[in-house]
């Protein structure tokens, strides 16, 4: 069964960085796409970011040039590190495999 497991959600300052760290189990992690949602209240789950098995990357607009992902297939692990955080960034993050699986979701409040 596959599960996916975020982690490094929390509370930062308007300019700050966190770094989301997504560890897959019950999956053949390299041969899939993964990625990057967030849901702020109020509003849908949009992406963030997504990147491929051969490591190509996309990225949503409001979120290019501040968020990088990444994935280390040694670790079955796909991360997001987000500088310059603004307070619009304020969100549950859900990890992502392509196939439609889902994390549980961490929390990311950035305080003006």
């Known amino acids: 069964q596959v599960q996916l497991v975020e982690s490094g959600g929390g509370l930062v300052q308007a300019g700050g960085s966190l770094r989301l760290s997504c560890v897959a189990s019950?999956?053949?992690?390299?041969?899939?796409?993964m990625g990057w949602y967030r849901q702020a209240p109020g509003k849908q789950r949009e992406l963030v970011a997504r990147?491929?098995?051969?490591?190509?990357?996309n990225y949503a607009d409001s979120v290019k040039g501040r968020f990088t992902i990444s994935r280390d297939n040694a670790k079955n692990t796909v991360y997001l590190q987000m500088n310059s955080l603004k307070p619009e960034d304020t969100a549950v993050y859900y990890c992502?495999?392509?196939?439609?699986?889902w994390g549980q979701g961490t929390q990311v409040i950035v305080s003006s």
């Open positions: 992502w495999r392509r196939e439609g699986y």
């Open positions: 990147i491929s098995s051969g490591g190509t990357t």
């Open positions: 019950g999956t053949i992690f390299s041969i899939y796409a």
